[in-house]
């Protein structure tokens, strides 16, 4: 009989194996990571009648109108997506190796801080199976071996994804730098306390896996926002903008975490609100909860289903096809309301100004803290640094 002691056993077994292939990994060339990465975009793409069978044991085991259910689908269009990611993340310049600072010292000793890989980074997650592609890549590029613990919703996906992970790393003459841990709850525990076998957490999902994970957790973590979003409408905004930004920001995909949950607009700009939900309505359905001047002004115009917004329609991720509405005296009051109910993750103004769009190749996460890593993580977020000192036999005097 497997006794909860021989559960933690055997995870932390696999850890220290783990820790022992991510040294392994240190020493392996840029152009055999890359081999992988490809090799694993091949493998995707051969094989995506077995991933969508797996996968589509998970969706069986969930209602489709869980929110989290689009966030668990996979489908032949979303695998070749996966397949160029892998292989964009191959084509990206390693972010190893990289000298950040250089200096001599009047003793003649020369300093460079140097980027090189954490060690062993350890993703927690709720049922994205396309995260396991994801953090998989982007370690394996930074140097890093990953330590998964997906949630019991994408078990058989996951476990889909793993063994061509494991085919690529075989292939390619890679040691073994991924385990995926068992998909029951019991087994984040002894993750979450594996002191000098994973180097850091990075959790990704609801606000409570996060809130639990920086709880309890000993090894250090990098905190994941979820995804309360905002878009403010100013007063000399461009509406044509507007109306386009809010109906993508909300409908082009409900269940990622930047979606938009809630739409401020200055109060100027209350004669034009129906107009700037009508798309929303009309050809998405969107529920709607409405501030009492939203709703005054709105009621009766809006195609769709137009509620009257309680404190709780503040401050939540719908991930589904439903936002609250507030008007705003001016941006003073939109960002206090994004301090109040925000979650620190993705927020849009549309003003009278242009920006452009983060092209980092692929994330890990978002990161809503200040010490590490700041906003969308790439690879060089995935790396930490080390001093070289080269010197020709000083000694202190």
Known sequence: MTTATDHISTIRTALADLRTAAAGRNRQPEEQLNACLLKLADLTEANIDSLLAANA??????????????RLLLNKDRLLAIAVDLRRVAELPSPLNVVHEASTLNN?????RVSVPIGVVGIVFESRPNVTFDVFALNLKAGNASALKGSRDARDSNLAIKALIDQALEVTGLPAACYLAPAERAALKPIMEADGL??????RGSQGLIDFVRANATVPVIETGAGICHTYIDADANLDWAKAIITNAKSRRVSVCNALDCLLVHRNHLG???DLLYDLGEQHNCVVFADPGAYAVSVGLYPGELLEATEESFGTEFLSMKMSVKVVDDISEAIAHVERYGSRHSETIVSNTDGGQFELGAEIGISTQKLHARGPMGLAALTSYKWLVEGQGQVRS
């Not at 069986?60 to 689009?70: G, L, T």
């Not at 003649?108 to 460079?112: D, K």
């Not at 994973?198 to 959790?203: F, R, Y």
């Open 198 to 203: 994973v180097d850091v957490i990075i959790p």
């Open 57 to 70: 044991l998970d969706l069986a085991r969930m209602e489709p109108d869980n929110p989290k259910y689009d």
């Open 108 to 112: 003649g000793l020369q300093l460079r």
């Open 272 to 274: 034009e609100l129906h």
